[in-house]
């Protein structure tokens, strides 16, 4: 079993960055990934990202202004958003599973989940 805990959303203006972090303890995942969702809403894959080969990958339009990466033998993981606009307000969430994938049903441990809202 991964526990993960996420930290760093919070309130910014649009156009503004910020930073997420996931600690993972438990055994290493072979990928860790971020998604997101808002109320009503099926939860969108946002990016993911391998270990030991730090393969990444993106969600739809979000390469470029998103970066994910993962540190500390691989149980750190990073999203640095930049440019950010009032439609990425939600709730973004850790996972942890097993296989790259963009279908949150494949993986298997989820942080708590960290609030972002980009004010207009």
């Known amino acids: 079993q991964v526990h993960l805990v996420e930290s760093g959303g919070g309130l910014v203006p649009a156009g503004g960055s910020l930073r997420l972090s996931c600690v993972a303890s438990g055994r290493t995942s072979n990928t860790m990934g971020w998604f997101r969702q808002t109320p009503g809403r099926e939860r969108e894959f946002v990016g993911a990202?391998?270990?030991?080969?730090?393969?990444?990958f993106y969600g739809d339009g979000l390469q470029g202004r998103f970066t994910i990466s993962r540190h500390s033998a691989g149980n750190m993981l990073n999203l640095t958003m930049y440019d950010l606009m009032p439609e990425d307000t939600a709730d973004y969430y850790c996972a942890a599973g097993e296989g790259l994938s963009t279908d949150h049903t494949r993986y298997r441990s989820w942080g708590q989940g960290t609030k972002v809202t980009v004010s207009s």
């Open positions: 990202v391998t270990w030991p080969t730090e393969i990444t």
